[in-house]
């Protein structure tokens, strides 16, 4: 019986040998050029969640454990060993502006209601994203010694907040939804979660600026402080502008 003649590949057109799994060339699968499946599709999905090389659980897990070396990995060139900080960023930052949305969670609260306040909770995902160049702002402003640039700081900053808008969405929100018939419990939980955040960035920047962890530590928290305060200044500025 003779073997099958050789085939090009769906993807990049180069010639495949009978009996080959991988395009040589662009590397993907033979069996991709084949009509697409449901189980093809669940596998697709399985592979991304949970592949140990490049997935989502373990890039979560490697930003819960070493965030500042998980940046400090990237801006070093070992650019293969996780999802990029921005797609991660832009996945995150989706999710939590849906759940927002869907659960009702006031994100901007203000005393006066007012068409800013109303502006930016509907848009919420653009305060998300504007923080970000924000806290690597800060960063390269404190950073006396110019060791990292202002696009090393926003890789940084986008993985630290990717994982911070998970989390977010994940408790955060979902916690406040079903303690919101309970006012004081909704704002006791809410409260608490405030501090874990500077708590996490300076823990982040301490790794990515070993062996100056202490000084970093501090200066983590504070970026995350400075934000808060800058963020809300602006947020009132505009309210009494256009508000």
């Known amino acids: ?45 399985l592979h991304a969640l949970a592949h140990v090389d490049r997935s989502v659980l373990a890039l979560m897990r490697g930003l819960i454990v070493r965030p500042g070396g998980v940046a400090l990995d990237y801006v070093s060139g070992k650019r293969r060993l996780h999802y990029g900080p921005f797609a991660f960023l832009v996945v995150a930052v989706a999710f939590a502006t849906a759940v927002v949305s869907l659960s009702g969670f006031a994100v901007i609260t203000t ?21 970000v160049p924000m806290m690597a702002l800060a960063c390269r402003l404190l950073a006396f010694n110019r060791r990292f640039n202002i696009a090393e700081y926003l890789v940084l900053s986008a993985y630290t907040s990717g994982l911070h808008m998970l989390v977010y969405a994940l408790l955060v929100v979902p916690g406040w939804y079903l303690l919101r018939a309970h006012p004081l419990l909704a704002a006791n939980l809410y409260n608490a979660y405030l501090p874990l955040w500077p708590l996490y960035f300076g823990y982040a920047c301490a790794q990515f600026h070993a062996p100056q962890r202490w000084r970093w530590f501090a200066k983590g928290a504070g970026v995350i402080g400075i934000v808060f305060v800058t963020t809300n200044f602006i947020a009132t500025a505009l309210s009494n502008v256009f508000g």
């Open 1 to 45: 019986m003779s073997e099958a003649p050789a085939t090009g590949c769906a993807n990049c057109g180069a010639a495949l040998a009978a009996g080959q799994s991988w395009c040589g060339a662009c590397g993907q699968a033979v069996h991709a050029g084949e009509r697409l499946t449901l189980r093809e599709i669940g596998h697709e999905l």
């Open 111 to 131: 005393s006066a209601p007012n068409r800013v306040a109303d502006f930016l909770q509907q848009h919420v995902n653009l305060v998300f994203f504007l923080q």
